[in-house]
T-cell receptor
Framework: NAGVTQTPKFQVLKTGQSMTLQCAQDMNHEYMSWYRQDPGMGLRLIHYSVGAGITDQGEVPNGYNVSRSTTEDFPLRLLSAAPSQTSVYFC?????????FGPGTRLTVT | DQQVKQNSPSLSVQEGRISILNCDYTNSMFDYFLWYKKYPAEGPTFLISISSIKDKNEDGRFTVFLNKSAKHLSLHIVPSQPGDSAVYFCAAHSGGSNYKLTFGKGTLLTVNP
């Protein structure tokens, strides 16, 4: 079991560029979510999904899109990167209360 | 408005002593609480949880206490070890089947040898 995997580990973007952060899990979990972690801000929920084909917004969804075509994958798309999106991004999955987190993607937008 | 508050950004304790991390919440609909531990450059990992119908849950060196009337929970680590040095996040769930969690800002625990 690889658990929750995220790629890439690091990424530098220029303002206005787009990119997709990949997240995959091999635990057959229905629930998946994306968080961002900023200094002094804790973990804030961006988007989540309760199953394939179903997504919803979290606390800070602006500037991000998600889709869930399979149980395993839950990519996060930045449509037009902004410096305010510089952060560490974590993907998580769960079948219950305990969420399993990936190792994170550190994104810098210049 | 912050619904889950960890008012101590950092805590330093001596090895072997007790570490007490605190968490307050404002939403009375929260029905399940969790603690996560995070090392630098890694994702958070689940530590211990407690349902709102209980007031205590214990797992080895870790005990979580819940005081619903005060909307307060605490994590006790006894005895503290240097490997416990990490950021600890308190998280809460507000009901429903979507497993959405609201996290606090975290407390950095440093256990000194």
């Amino acid at each position: 079991n690889a658990g929750v995997t995220q790629t890439p580990k690091f990424q530098v973007l220029k303002t206005g560029q787009s990119m997709t952060l990949q997240c995959a899990q091999d635990m057959n979990h229905e629930y998946m979510s994306w968080y961002r972690q900023d200094p002094g801000m804790g973990l804030r929920l961006i988007h989540y999904s309760v199953g394939a084909g179903i997504t919803d917004q979290g606390e800070v969804p602006n500037g991000y899109n998600v889709s869930r075509s399979t149980t395993e994958d839950f990519p996060l798309r930045l449509l037009s990167a902004a410096p305010s999106q510089t952060s560490v991004y974590f993907c998580a999955s769960s079948y219950g209360w305990e969420q399993y987190f990936g190792p994170g993607t550190r994104l810098t937008v210049t | 408005d912050q619904q889950v508050k960890q008012n101590s950004p950092s805590l330093s304790v001596q090895e072997g002593r007790i570490s007490i991390l605190n968490c307050d919440y404002t939403n009375s609909m929260f029905d399940y609480f969790l603690w996560y531990k995070k090392y630098p450059a890694e994702g958070p990992t689940f530590l211990i949880s407690i349902s709102s119908i209980k007031d205590k849950n214990e797992d080895g060196r870790f005990t979580v206490f819940l005081n619903k009337s005060a909307k307060h929970l605490s994590l006790h680590i006894v005895p503290s070890q240097p490997g416990d040095s990490a950021v600890y996040f308190c998280a809460a769930h507000s009901g429903g089947s979507n497993y959405k969690l609201t996290f606090g800002k975290g407390t950095l625990l440093t256990v000194n040898p």
